[in-house]
């Protein structure tokens, strides 16, 4: 039998409804977990225990009542920078290393309405910017599955706290890849929904065009019932969009291979694609055949323009979203400084670590006069052309199927002085959040090292019902 | 050589909405600092904008009172900038497609009737305040409190010919805004500010030459001479073959000049790109013709009619339509006492002086259309005179009684009784022999001495045209 940490949303829920456990024991056990791998792995940033425990303690007088739904009580990480009212969010920065919200992210008050327990905020990359979780101030993460290796990023603590049992899920966030990708290299599963469809207000914005929250979990069940969760039109986010939520966990076991058309798109199968990854995902392609799906060749022709396009969109959107990091209301203000213009530079020279500077330089170039038209303005038109790509693609195809990042988990220290080459590692998770669809990273094999290898399958607008259902007839078939 | 001034003016004006234009914070003045706050005025990490429903309401009509073409999809814009009064970094603002474009206003300058264009009408959010404090004004504090009260920025074309066009200009514009209940006007508080463009250039030339930003002027009347001293300033510049700078200027309402704020080269890059948070505005056209039904007759065609309507010079209709409460007044008015000139006369004389001696406005008037009707009414029938009539406005102005109650209390009805008033006049005829006297020689004069005589003897009550006519019968007979 699983250890208790070892078990997901839906196992511990079980558990709990038939009182075998309480919520309080869970939740002692997961914070001993923390207690004893966090120095190792780095996962958690903020450790809240009496929150957590105080938490769970109406959690299980809700269960005793009989007052329970999948989610209640069951202990969660949250990714820090998703603000939670009294719980420091720092989004992996010294800018913010003391920020105490005074509000609750749309997310976090629709689980704390379900009873979730908070255990903590997730380590991540500054601000989300980074592939490898090495760019957060309070340190590496590194890889449950190899401690010399990254766990990915920028969602690298949320992803390697669900792989190494230090809760039975967490939230993280997805803007260029950065569930899919740290999910794919510690083997759990991420899912990044269609832009709208999850609130965005709380999360501290990195790219607001392109940034949607979603759950990494255990499996594809659990990925269902955390996502219910969390959907759904908010008011106080304009760019999410009012549709209903459908029931993803109910529709998720209908047998959907047979028949089913799989779009295998030409241009992601490229030279660099390391040979392990590209044949796991091949047989597990075979086996789709094998079970009656159809596999078609299709092509998203602009995708060789992808990350030259969200290097341009997402760090313009960046500068002017990280210019509130002034040290006037908040957050980090650098001791000593000659006027207002010395305190600005130096609190912003002083707070943000290399990437951020990197990508805030980028962007206000992208945006200044002059040449705005040639970066910012083609950018977006691009970007539109690779949303027609899906739209045409979706015409043809149910879903779409590739591998989520080109290679396994690379070493700590790897690429971190080559930002071009940490940049590519996005070069299948990007095109999605340019065109808003969602899309889910999936284990499906591991590699001779025994690294796990994340297949995406990714899907139309709103189709999370459909991606959740294949991927969850995938991972019955892998298994 | 002869220039030609060329002027365009920006105006921002503040919106009258209950709440502020991209969360629900209070858009209230003068509560304690930072009272009126939430995460999204204040710029917390992770608060987004919601847009203000009301906010575009009146910028439409703003725009429809403007003859403006309302864009039906209009696109806002992320201005940005560091300064501490600007939580967010950048002001949310419309840049490329703003709500309104392409509009006019007449105005008229000594008699003459001219139309100023109207660029565009955007909407955008206003910043804090800051205080500077302690010795050496070393501490600063800021004021979130007004950070995210709605704006709109009207943007006049290079029409503007003259400082008194100007003027004209902005007077139209305000009242138009205080017309629609959209904007209280008022610009020594700063909800209704000003800032101007100005260039010269040979006359005859259609080449625009430098132009010079003029800020800082906070009445109407600093506008004009701000424009004044920046013509003469550029002129005597010009006229010595030097050649104009163009750069920001703010005027200094003290020494009466312009000074130097910044140039074109310390100008902001403001990279300017659409708010990601916000979707397109997209507004239908039923909306607009709801909105279009709301918007009342404005203040330059009132003017217009009630010149034509009611046969009154332009200076007085000038000041009926300044405010639409006293333009109401002034029309119910007449319908009291059918009266034009007279309810007038009254309105601007009387009340508006009482008011203003009072320091009041005319919305805080208690006196009503009726009162003065009635009182002009009483005067006309002749049961009072214009004089006694002073005396009744007098009172009815503190005790809000009717008139007709004064006259009778007070007992002032105009004396038109012949009989009466002949005993009266024979009796002083009798004790003046030296004046009548002086009057049978010719000294016409003296006719005003008796009636002065008659008018003591009857406390004033006396009417002066009965009286007239009786000393003249009876004096030259």
Not at chain 2, 274 to 303: G, R, T
Not at chain 2, 383 to 395: M, P, Y
Request: charged content about 25%.
């Amino acid at each position: 039998m699983l250890n208790i940490y070892e078990k997901g949303i839906l196992e511990l829920h079980n558990l709990l409804k038939k009182k075998e456990i309480t919520s309080k024991e869970v939740t002692e056990i997961f914070l001993q977990r923390i207690d004893e791998l966090n120095k190792d792995i780095n996962a958690y940033i903020t450790i809240c225990a009496d929150i957590a425990m105080s938490q769970a303690e109406e959690a299980d007088k809700k269960i005793a009542k009989g007052d329970i739904n999948p989610l209640t009580g069951i202990p969660l990480g949250i990714k820090d920078l998703i603000t939670t009212k009294g719980i420091k969010t720092t989004c992996g920065s010294k800018m913010l290393y003391n920020y105490v919200p005074t509000y609750n992210a749309t997310v976090y008050e629709k689980l704390l309405n379900k009873s979730i327990v908070t255990l903590g905020k997730n380590n991540m990359d500054e601000f989300a910017m980074g592939s490898s979780n090495e760019t957060s101030y309070f340190g590496v993460v590194k890889n449950p599955n190899d401690l010399e290796r990254v766990p990915g990023g920028s969602s690298g603590g949320s992803a390697a706290a669900v792989a190494s049992n230090q809760c039975a899920a967490s939230l993280g966030s997805d803007t260029g890849g950065s569930i899919r990708q740290p999910a794919a290299f510690c083997g759990v599963v991420g899912l990044k929904p269609t832009y709208g469809r999850v609130s965005r207000y709380g999360l501290v914005a990195f790219a607001s065009s392109l940034d949607q929250i979603g759950p990494i979990t255990k499996n594809v069940e659990d990925c269902a019932v955390l996502l219910e969760a969390i959907s759904g039109y908010d008011p106080k986010d304009s760019t999410s969009i009012n549709r209903e939520v459908p029931n993803y966990f109910e529709n998720i076991k209908k047998d959907c291979l047979k028949g089913l058309k799989v779009g295998v798109p030409k241009e992601y199968f490229i030279e660099g694609i390391n040979p392990e990854v590209k044949s796991t995902v091949e047989t597990t392609l075979k086996e789709l055949e094998k079970n009656g799906s159809e596999i078609v060749e299709i092509s998203l022709p602009h995708t060789e323009y992808a990350v030259a396009v969200y290097y341009i969109i997402a760090p313009a959107e960046a500068s002017s979203n990280l210019a509130r990091f002034d040290g006037v209301k908040y957050g980090f203000r650098a001791s000593k400084f000659e006027d207002l213009l010395d305190m600005y530079k130096k609190t912003r020279a002083e707070g943000f670590g290399d990437e951020v500077k990197r990508r805030i330089m980028l962007g206000t170039y992208a945006l200044s006069s002059g040449y705005y038209d040639a970066y910012y303005l083609k950018a977006s038109k691009v970007r539109n052309l690779i949303k027609l790509d899906f739209v045409e693609a979706f015409k043809k195809v149910d879903v779409i199927v590739c591998p989520v990042t080109p290679t396994t988990a690379f070493k700590l220290g790897e690429k971190v002085d080559n930002p071009l080459e940490m940049y590519l590692n996005d070069i299948f998770t990007i095109p999605l959040n340019l065109a808003g669809n969602c899309g889910i990273s999936l284990p499906v094999g591991r590699d001779s090292s025994n690294l796990p290898i994340g297949m995406q399958i990714i899907g139309n607008f709103f189709e999370e019902d459909k991606i959740l259902n294949v991927a969850y007839n995938i991972e019955q078939l892998v298994n | 050589m002869e220039y030609e001034v060329v002027i365009g003016l920006e105006v921002h004006a503040q919106l009258l909405t209950d709440t502020k234009i991209f969360c629900g914070c209070s858009n209230k003045f003068g509560e304690t600092p930072n009272e009126n706050t939430c995460p999204v005025c204040t710029g917390q990490p992770g608060s987004l904008p919601v847009l203000n429903k009301k906010v575009v309401e009146f910028a439409i009509k703003a725009g429809l009172a403007t003859d403006c073409k309302i864009n039906k999809r209009s696109i806002f814009a992320r201005k940005n900038y560091f300064y501490p009064d600007l939580p967010k970094g950048y002001q949310i603002s419309q840049y490329e497609l703003p709500i309104c474009e392409h509009g006019k206003i007449k105005i008229n300058v000594n008699g003459k009737e001219k139309e100023i264009g109207i660029t565009r009408i955007h909407m955008e959010e206003d910043a804090g305040k800051l205080s500077h404090e302690g010795i050496d004004r070393n501490s600063s504090y800021v004021d979130f409190n007004r950070t995210g009260t709605p704006l709109i920025e009207i943007v006049s074309e290079p029409d503007i010919r003259s400082p008194e066009e100007a003027a004209e200009y902005l007077k139209q514009l305000r009242n138009t805004v205080v017309y629609l209940g959209i904007c209280d006007g008022n610009m020594e508080e700063g909800s209704f500010r000003c800032d101007a463009n100005i260039s010269l250039r040979p006359k005859g030339s259609d080449k625009f030459g430098t132009k010079t930003e003029l800020k800082n002027m906070n009445s109407f009347r600093n506008v004009q001479k701000a424009l004044e001293y920046e013509i003469k300033r550029q002129k005597e510049i010009l006229e010595e073959g030097g050649v104009i700078v163009q750069e920001t200027r703010l005027w200094n309402a003290d020494k009466g000049i312009t000074e130097s704020m910044r140039s074109k080269e310390e100008a902001h890059d403001y990279r300017y790109f659409p708010d990601p948070d916000l979707l397109p505005l997209i507004i239908d056209d039923s909306w607009i013709e709801e909105i279009k039904k709301s918007i009342p007759e404005l203040p330059y065609e009132k003017e217009k009619r009630f010149i034509q309507q009611y046969k009154i010079s332009r200076d007085d209709a000038d000041v009926l339509v300044s405010s639409k409460i006293l333009a109401q007044f002034f029309e119910d008015t007449v319908k009291y006492c059918n009266d034009p000139v007279a309810a007038n006369n009254w309105i601007r004389v009387e009340l508006l002086g009482s008011l203003n001696y009072e320091g009041k406005s005319i919305e805080e008037c208690k006196l009503t259309p009726e009162h003065i009707g009635e009182l002009i009414s009483l005067i006309k029938k002749g049961t009072i005179s214009g004089k006694i009539a002073k005396t009744v406005f007098r009172e009815m102005y503190e005790t809000l009684k009717k008139p007709e109650q004064i006259v009778k209390e007070k007992g002032l009805t105009q004396i038109s009784d012949e009989g009466e008033l002949k005993g009266i006049i024979e009796n002083i005829i009798k004790n003046s022999p030296a004046q009548v006297e002086q009057y049978k020689n010719g000294k016409t004069k003296v006719f005003g001495f008796f009636v002065g005589q008659v008018m003591k003897a009857t406390k004033g009550q006396a009417n002066p045209q009965v009286v007239n006519r009786l000393l003249k019968d009876m004096l030259d007979k």
